[in-house]
């Protein structure tokens, strides 16, 4: 949209701050139920995290840059909004190489359960692991079905929740002890260990055994998505959802005003001013209920109120363009379908325990763990023409376990360090150098380019570039939280954005919960 447009007139039910995904959801929600809503987005575009671009010069590529798998989205959502929105399953849940007696070779899981079987008696030599991965699986299946409804109603309490769940050992398991018990108890394989124990890390900086349960929140919201815990791919890449959603609310009559930014929210908890700025200058306007799909920080620092514990993130983000899928040196596994799922690195259980110790020391972790896949492979439709045709294919990286403090020294230095070594722990398992398959953008560049979290911190204002606002929290209610989980100590102010209970991922939740408690109070 425009970066011109603005508020329309002075006063309206409701105004947003952030033009991300949950904002729009927001947006969406309450201007189709006849309320005037505006939008005021700092950036130029809306979309926050969840946009795509075209990271590289004079390349037809555009990428999920961001944010770039979608589980947490409840159809629900996509139903009540009419969304234009489709997802794609991946064939392959993920692959996991590893060299075992001087021989590459790997764990493959996906392509039906007969092979999935296979592979794990493969690389464990008997049948104990898959056996003990199933009944995981199969009891956190059960739990994702009783949990992810409860997601988009008002807070259950513990106990409520407790009992939905109706299972003490997934309860014990998932919400009172560390969840690295459990996955010592059930695994012998060090590698099995470690595939299961990264859905616990991403995006949390946490050892498996940590008190605070950091890790078990994280693997929560990991495995309930959707009921099932699939993270499926976004046909057009992740902008697909924010332009669909900015769409829907346009046209329900809401207002995206881009390039204003909020400086300052005064309210009595009935009627509220919200200052913004603008290239041209700064104006006011007024609404009954703000909604502030920005951090816990950033809400503090409007309303003046004492800000929250500082958050942390822990990631490196990698976009890539590939001329060609890199061979592998464990040669019984096609690289389309190794690449097709989530390609594990360095992510054994004992690796992933040193990598945070190291990074805990204030080092960075010698072997970096991290995670690929290849949007591309599932939906070619985010290239143009002539790169499909030519093979060509994306990857994106995430790793883990690198905390924002390790960059204060010099953000662009150990970014570059970080990037050498976490490629050289791929590297270790193809069969020729990734260089080799980078493409290069019109200026002759290789398409690669990398964001710590002091980068997200500064593009996007993520707090200490945590992709969550801050640590995820338990589905439940607590003191404090409120009917829905994002009510704050203003009555008229509430927390849309990932910050808010049940907040982070991409998921449309905290927005869907906000419009929810604007849209109750009213009827109320």
């Known amino acids: 949209m425009p970066a011109h447009e603005g508020p329309g007139h002075r006063t309206y039910d409701a105004v947003i701050v952030g033009g991300g995904h949950n904002g729009l959801v927001a947006a969406a929600y309450l201007a189709r139920a006849g309320r005037s809503v505006l939008v005021l987005e700092r950036l130029g575009t809306t979309g926050g995290a969840a946009v795509s671009t075209r990271p590289f ?9 961001y944010s770039y798998l979608v589980s947490l989205l409840p159809k629900k959502i996509v139903r009540d909004l009419g969304l234009d929105f489709r997802i794609r399953g991946r064939t392959i849940s993920s692959y996991t190489p590893v060299e075992r007696d001087g021989r590459p070779t790997g764990l493959l899981v996906g392509g039906g359960e007969r092979r999935t079987r296979d592979a794990f008696a493969r690389l464990t030599g008997g049948d ?4 003990a991965w199933q009944r995981l699986y199969g009891m956190t299946g059960r739990l994702a079905q009783r949990v992810f409804p409860t997601l988009t109603e008002p807070l259950p309490t513990r106990d409520e929740l407790r009992r939905r769940v109706d299972d003490e050992d997934a309860w014990r398991m998932l919400f009172e002890e560390p969840i690295g018990v459990a996955i010592e108890e059930n695994f012998t394989d060090d590698l099995v260990r470690g595939v299961v124990l990264t859905d616990a890390l991403i995006g949390t900086f946490a050892d498996a055994h940590d008190v605070s349960l950091a890790q078990n929140r994280c693997f929560l919201y990991h495995v309930i998505g959707g009921g099932t815990g699939a993270w499926d791919v976004p046909v057009g890449g992740m902008g697909a959802l924010t332009d669909a959603l900015a769409t829907t609310a346009r046209e329900a009559g809401a207002v995206l005003a881009t390039g204003h930014e909020a400086l300052r929210i ?17 104006g006011v306007v007024a609404a009954r209920h703000v909604l502030v799909g920005a951090s816990p920080q950033q809400l503090a620092a409007l309303t003046g109120d004492e800000p929250p514990a500082p958050a942390e993130g822990a990631q490196l983000k990698v976009n890539m363009l590939l001329k060609r899928l890199p061979r592998l040196r464990d040669t019984s596994v096609d690289p389309r379908e190794a690449f097709a799922g989530t390609f594990h690195i360095a992510e054994g259980y004992d690796q992933l325990a040193t990598a945070h110790a190291q990074a805990t020391a204030g080092s960075l972790p010698a072997a970096p763990p991290s995670e690929i896949y290849c949007h591309s492979l599932t ?3 985010i290239l143009g023409r002539d790169l499909v045709e030519d093979g060509y294919q994306t990857l994106t990286l995430f790793g883990l376990h690198t905390p924002a403090r390790l960059f204060e020294r010099d953000n662009d230095a150990v970014r570059d360090e970080l990037l050498k070594a976490t490629l050289a722990q791929l590297d270790a398992h193809l069969a020729e150098p990734l260089a080799d398959c ?5 200026d002759g560049r290789p398409c690669i380019e990398a964001k710590t979290p002091l980068d997200l911190e500064r593009d996007l204002r993520l707090p200490g570039g945590n992709i969550f606002h801050r640590e995820l929290s338990w589905p439940y209610a607590q003191d404090g939280t409120g009917r829905w989980g994002v009510e704050t100590r203003h009555a ?3 927390l849309c954005g990932a910050g808010a209970v049940r907040g982070g991922g991409v998921s449309g939740v905290p ?5 929810m408690a604007v849209l109750e109070g009213d009827a109320g």
């Open 57 to 65: 010069a004079g390349v037809d590529a555009r990428l999920s840059r």
């Open 379 to 381: 939906d070619p439709s």
């Open 511 to 515: 927005g869907h919960n906000a419009a």
């Open 438 to 442: 980078l493409a290069t953008d019109a």
């Open 128 to 131: 104990r692991e898959y056996a």
């Open 492 to 494: 008229n102010v509430l």
């Open 266 to 282: 005064d309210t009595d908890g009935r009627a509220a001013e919200i200052t913004y700025r603008t290239a041209d200058g700064e």
